[in-house]
C-alpha cells in the first residue's frame, strides 16, 4: 500500500492536486472537507453538527473526523493506498491515522506540505466563493479559516517532520507544474 496525506492551508490547491495525483496512482480519495459537505448537503445529524462549525471556519470536534475516516478505511479494504486529504488536521487526528493504519500495517509513507503565501490563499479563495456555493468562501469565514490553521493545523507538520515523512513543495504556479513536483517526490518513494 502507498498512502500520502497532502497538506496545506485552506486554499492551497489540496483537492485540485489530489484528482490528478489519485488518477495517476489510483489511490483512493479522502478528503474529510468532501464527505462533510456531503453529509450537511444531505442534512443527516452529523451534517447539521458539522455545519455550525464549517460556516464559522472552525475544525468540526475530532472524534467526528475521526470516526468517519475510520468508517472510510474499513469501507475500501481492497485499496492500493489512500490519499489524504484535509486531514489529519489536528495533532490528535494525526495520532489517531497512525493508530488505525497500523492495523492495517500500512503506514504513512509521505506527507506532502503544499506552501503558498497567504495573500495567494486569500485571492484564490475569494475567486473561487464567486462561483463555487460553499458557505465558508466568503472574506470573514475565509480569514477566520487560516487562523484555525495557525492555531491547530500547523502543528501537525512539526508532528510528521519530527517523523522524517514531510517534504515541504512550493504550491504556486500553474497547477501542472506543482502536480509535476508533487510526482517527482511520489515518484522516489515508490522506487
Ligand atoms: P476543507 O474542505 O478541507 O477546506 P480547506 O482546507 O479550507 O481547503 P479548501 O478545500 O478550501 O482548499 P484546497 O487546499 O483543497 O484548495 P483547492 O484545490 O480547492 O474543509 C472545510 C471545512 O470542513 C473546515 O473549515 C472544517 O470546518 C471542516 N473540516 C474538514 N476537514 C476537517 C478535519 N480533518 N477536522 C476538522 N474539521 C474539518 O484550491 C483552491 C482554489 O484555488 C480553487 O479555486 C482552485 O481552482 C485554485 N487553485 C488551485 N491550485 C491553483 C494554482 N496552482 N494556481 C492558481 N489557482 C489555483
Ligand atoms: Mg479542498
Do not use: W
Request: with cysteine; proline share 5%.
Amino acid at each position: 500500500m502507498f498512502n500520502l496525506v497532502l497538506f496545506g492551508p485552506p486554499g492551497s490547491g489540496k483537492g485540485t492536486q489530489s484528482t490528478n495525483i489519485i488518477e495517476k496512482y489510483q489511490l483512493v480519495h479522502i478528503s474529510t472537507g468532501d464527505i462533510l459537505r456531503a453529509e450537511v448537503a444531505n442534512e443527516t445529524p452529523l451534517g447539521v453538527e458539522a455545519k455550525k462549525y464549517m460556516d464559522q471556519g472552525m475544525l468540526v470536534p475530532d472524534e467526528v473526523v475521526i470516526g468517519m475516516i475510520s468508517s472510510k478505511l474499513d469501507a475500501t479494504p481492497d485499496a492500493k493506498g489512500f490519499i489524504f486529504d484535509g486531514f489529519p488536521r489536528t495533532v490528535a487526528q494525526a495520532d489517531a491515522l497512525d493508530n488505525l493504519l497500523e492495523f492495517k500495517n500500512s503506514p504513512i509513507n509521505i506527507v506532502l506540505s503544499l506552501m503558498v503565501s497567504e495573500d495567494e490563499l486569500k485571492s484564490r479563495l475569494i475567486s473561487r466563493g464567486e462561483v463555487s456555493g460553499r458557505s465558508d468562501d466568503n472574506e470573514d469565514v475565509i480569514v477566520k479559516r487560516i487562523k484555525e490553521y495557525h492555531a491547530k493545523t500547523s502543528p501537525v507538520a512539526d508532528y510528521y517532520k519530527g517523523k522524517e515523512k514531510l517534504v515541504e513543495i512550493p504550491g504556486e504556479g500553474t497547477v501542472d507544474s506543482i502536480f509535476n513536483a508533487l510526482c517527482a517526490e511520489i515518484d522516489a518513494k515508490l522506487d
